[in-house]
Each structure stands twice: as C-alpha cells, then as structure tokens.
C-alpha cells in the first residue's frame, strides 16, 4: 500500500505531466473503484486546465481552472503510468483510467485492486476544509512536533504504533514506516501513548525519526511512476531498505545487536520491532 512517501514521490512526478497542461481527453475503463466514477466525470474535467497540484496525508488533490478539484487516492494498489502505450506496454490489464492531456502525453491509472478512487470535489461545498479537519497534521509538516503529539496523546492508553497509524493524530503514516520510525527512535511498539510522550526526550526523537524516514524514502523513491516495467508485478512502489519490515526472525541491522527481528500483530495489523534495541528506560 502506498504510504506517505510514495504518494508525495507519485504527486512530484504527476506534476511534471499535468501541471498547466489540459486535459484533453478521458476514458474510463471501468467505473467500478472504491467509489463509482459518475457517468458526467469525463466531461467534466476535459478541456480543463491544471493549476496546481498538491498533497494532503495520503490523497492527491488536482486543482482544475475551474476551482473544482480532482482529489485521488491511491487504495492499495494503485499507481500511474507514463506514455506506456506509446512506448510499447499496451498489456496491462489494470488499466483504470486513461488520461490524454493537450501536449500529446498519456497518464494511466492502473490498479490491480480497485479500491482507490477519483473524486471531483465542488469547491462550494469545501470538501477539502471537511477532509483537512478529519486528518490530523501531515507527518512532515511543521505542526506535527513534539509539542503537538504530547498533546494528542497525553491521555491515550492505546499502543504508540497503532496510534501512529490513527490518520486523525498524524496524517500519511502507514503500516511499514511506523514500524522503522519505532525501531529508529527505540521505542516499543507496544508501549501505551501516554507513557511513551511523558518522556519529551523521547517524543522528539519519535517525531525526529519519522520525518527522517519519510524523508529518506521520498529521496530513495526518485522516479516510481516512470518506471514502468515495475508497474506490471504485484506492486509497482520501490522498495525502501527496511530495517525491521518483513524482516521476521532476521538478525536485527544495530551494530553490536544480534537479537532476532519479531513479528506481533497489533489492532490487526503487522508489526516488526528489535526486542533489544526497542527498551523504554525508566526515567
Ligand atoms: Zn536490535
């Protein structure tokens, strides 16, 4: 599933293609994503101009010269495609949506799941006001620092990693980097909140590591969606070198540590931590 990183890696390079080009022309090839694309959705946005495109947690918001906004999210699978029928790769059987803009180009959205969606949001109705005020601040965003997550979970008892994953506390953390950001800041993942922001050393260091490894995977990324070769597989996101991420019973990656990597599965969802590196000294 795309996290943070891809998804502002997947914005950068969408905006190299949309950015004040038009669209020119769409065709839907199913209308069967997450949410039914509606039968006016072609119509609507050909011949608008891109204005500006940006990111909020894990959703793409395409600003049109209308002041109506494209807002994408990727699901679990999804991803774009550059020029891939030009260049020979006509074969994917994923193929969502495909979008002709005015200089030629032609962005596919490929999703091999089906559950991310397009949305045309009415600027009347400030969807994106209501989204913003759902999702608590960006994870690299200024707002989000130590101060800010004292705050927030000051009164939780639920476990550091699952409120990590909480969009409403920190927008854009997904499974993956919320494991490395623990193992980085030598937290346990199964530390309650409120004990683990007590420590302000500590709730630093979390923030610290977080954005350090978003920021780290955005720099690795480069150029996912122009690879297109990548894109026909299960996944088309690059692999970020993980330290404890499905690194199960391997011998963890700390100097001077030889402590197995260990799997629990925390509010259903996997995650991988250091047993010895990952200890809370009591202050
Ligand atoms: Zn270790």
Redesign the pocket.
Known sequence: MPELPEVEIIKNNLSDYLADKTFHSIEVFTNKLRYKIPHNFADSIKNQRVTNISRIAKYIIVGLENDYSLLIHLGMTGNFLINAQKMGHNDNKHVRLRFKMSDQSEIDYVDIRKFGFFKLINPQKAEIKKLKEKLGPDALSDEFDTKYLQESLKNRVTNIKSALLNQKIVGGIGNIYASEALFRAKIPPMMESRKVVKNKTKTGDLISSIKFILHDAIKVGGSTIRDHKNLKGESGYFQYKFNVYNRENMI???QN???K?KKIVQTGRSTFY?????KMRNR
Not at 274 to 278: D, F
Request: glycine share 0%; net charge neutral; aromatic share 0%.
């Open positions: 963890c990656n700390s540590c030889n402590a990597i250091c047993e010895k590196c990952q």
